[in-house]
T-cell receptor, first 114, second 109 residues
């Protein structure tokens, strides 16, 4: 399958622990996006990469959040010292063109912080 | 900042009905996205349009750039169309998309 893959799909952790999510985009897509979605809300932009460069980062992304995309392929989103407010669905999407390009989303990684 | 408003928030229909979901935005855009999200979270891109109308099967999306408004229509609705439909627009010259809160559609048999 050549779709966007995210893992783990579900993560339950205790407050204060670190978690890492991985996203494997469609192979030829040079743009990769991370979004966060809480219950009843639309997704909110977190950050995006063009190839390996992180070109934009939302103010929603506190110092506890870091994202990487080494070699411009897969990406990781790490949350350090998790807080209950971090509980959300973390969505990854990829595209081939500028923001007028169609986005392909993964199934998301749901984080629950106890 | 581009603000996106969708209506209605919730919509219940009987199988076979014609469905319309509306999206308004505040700042001029290059393209608008319509997305479908099923329970469990996965999001599928339905349309990306910058003018006029696009059709895919029973789904039709229209956009009026001057009025900053788009509609998503579903003809002959079916229970499998039950999902949350979300519209999204670019935030100014940024790469980020601003999403509406979504319209939850339930189609009853």
């Amino acid at each position: 399958d050549t779709g966007v893959s995210q893992n783990p799909r579900h993560k339950i952790t205790k407050r204060g622990q670190n978690v890492t999510f991985r996203c494997d985009p469609i192979s030829e897509h040079n743009r990769l996006y991370w979004y966060r979605q809480t219950l009843g809300q639309g997704p909110e932009f977190l950050t995006y990469f063009q190839n390996e460069a992180q070109l934009e980062k939302s103010r929603l992304l506190s110092d506890r959040f870091s994202a990487e995309r080494p070699k411009g392929s897969f990406s990781t989103l790490e949350i350090q010292r998790t807080e209950q407010g971090d509980s959300a669905m973390y969505l990854c999407a990829s595209s081939l063109m500028r923001n007028t390009g169609e986005l392909f989303f993964g199934e998301g990684s749901r984080l629950t912080v106890l | 900042k581009n603000e996106v408003e969708q209506s209605p928030q919730n919509l219940t229909a009987q199988e076979g009905e014609f469905i319309t979901i509306n999206c308004s935005y505040s700042v001029g855009i290059s393209a608008l996205h319509w997305l479908q999200q099923h329970p469990g979270g996965g999001i599928v891109s339905l349309f990306m349009l910058s003018s006029g109308k696009k059709k895919h099967g029973r789904l039709i999306a229209t956009i009026n750039i001057q009025e900053k408004h788009s509609s998503l229509h579903i003809t002959a609705s079916h229970p499998r169309d039950s999902a949350v439909y979300i519209c999204a627009v670019p935030q100014g010259g940024s790469e980020k998309l601003v999403f509406g809160k979504g319209t939850k559609l339930t189609v009853n048999p």
